[in-house]
């Protein structure tokens, strides 16, 4: 089980810095075709206590004009 937990965690951060990657390649290769420039911002965080408390949260905040 821990090791499904480990994989899934390092998978979501992998996915998430090639998510604000290809949003950054975007916007310098071809800015002057799109209609609009976005904001990708993504986060993790992990916290554990021993034997109290785990917490794991997933953050994004995504903006720009439609």
């Given amino acids: 089980m821990a090791v499904t937990n480990k994989l899934k965690k390092q998978l979501t951060l992998a996915a998430s810095a090639l ?4 949003a950054v390649d975007a916007v310098e290769k071809d800015d002057t075709n799109l209609y609009n420039s976005w904001n990708v911002d993504v986060g993790y965080l992990h ?9 794991d949260t997933y953050m994004a905040k995504i903006s720009g004009n439609l």
């Fill in 19 to 22: 998510l604000g990657h290809e």
């Fill in 47 to 55: 916290y554990k206590e021993p034997d109290r408390i785990t917490v």
